[in-house]
């Protein structure tokens, strides 16, 4: 019996069961351009909300943190003029602060971060705007939607481990296939998990389908 795939991101994708753990929903009416010369994307999902509140966010250029969020602003029509090879916290804040030091950021964000950027990049001398357009908040399970015993379960982001979790006890036969490091320290201390080679959903299932033939 073939051993079950569950993804946990919004997306179905072929070969694996749909889990999904969170929920989006607007918070802006309107986006403030009018102190900005630049935009902050860190996640696709703030790339579709922006473009469902004002769709003339594609007249700005554009910081895509994640091949994801480049590839959603690319796909509406809008243009990455720097896309970072590394992605997490401090090691982004220093290659914004060397390199747009002269711009005028905004960043398009959820109400909860992993990480302070404003913070950071104001300790490096840069003001970063911020506008939070979206939320999210954890979708809720019955107890009998559990996945499987020795189910191998894809994580796309710390808030779907905390979703998870609050969902359902972590059992020890799952194995955890995590799209990043900044994602797996969120896991169970006990948890027994991989990275995925390339922080793409895509390169998750493709881990995890080796995992489920290793089994054989």
Not at 140 to 148: F, S, T
Not at 160 to 188: M, Q, R
Request: proline share 6%.
């Amino acid at each position: 019996m073939p051993t079950a795939i569950y993804l946990l991101s919004p997306t179905p994708k072929e070969g694996t069961i749909s889990l999904p753990m969170i929920d989006f929903a607007i918070t802006a009416e309107s986006i403030d351009f009018s102190h900005s010369d630049t935009l902050m994307f860190t996640s696709k999902q703030a790339v579709v909300t922006a473009d469902k509140i004002d769709s003339s966010w594609k007249n700005y250029p554009c910081v895509a943190i994640g091949p994801a969020t480049k590839k959603q602003i690319e796909d509406l029509g809008g243009k990455v003029i720097y896309y970072p090879k590394s992605f997490y916290g401090e090691t982004l804040s220093h290659d914004i602060s060397q390199f747009f030091s002269d711009k005028k950021l905004l960043y398009l964000r959820p109400k909860e971060i992993s990480f302070d950027s404003k913070g950071f990049l104001e300790k490096e001398g840069i003001t970063l705007q911020e506008q939070i357009i979206y939320e999210t908040s954890c979708i809720q399970y019955l107890h009998k939607e559990k996945p499987l015993k020795n189910a191998i379960i894809i994580f796309t982001s710390p808030s779907t481990i905390h979703c998870f979790l609050k969902n359902f006890e972590w059992d020890e036969s799952y194995t955890a296939v995590v799209i990043g490091k900044a994602t797996k320290v969120h896991l169970p201390a006990d948890a027994a998990y991989v990275v995925a080679d390339a922080p793409l959903i895509s390169s998750c299932i493709e881990k995890a389908e080796e995992i489920e033939n290793s089994s054989f």
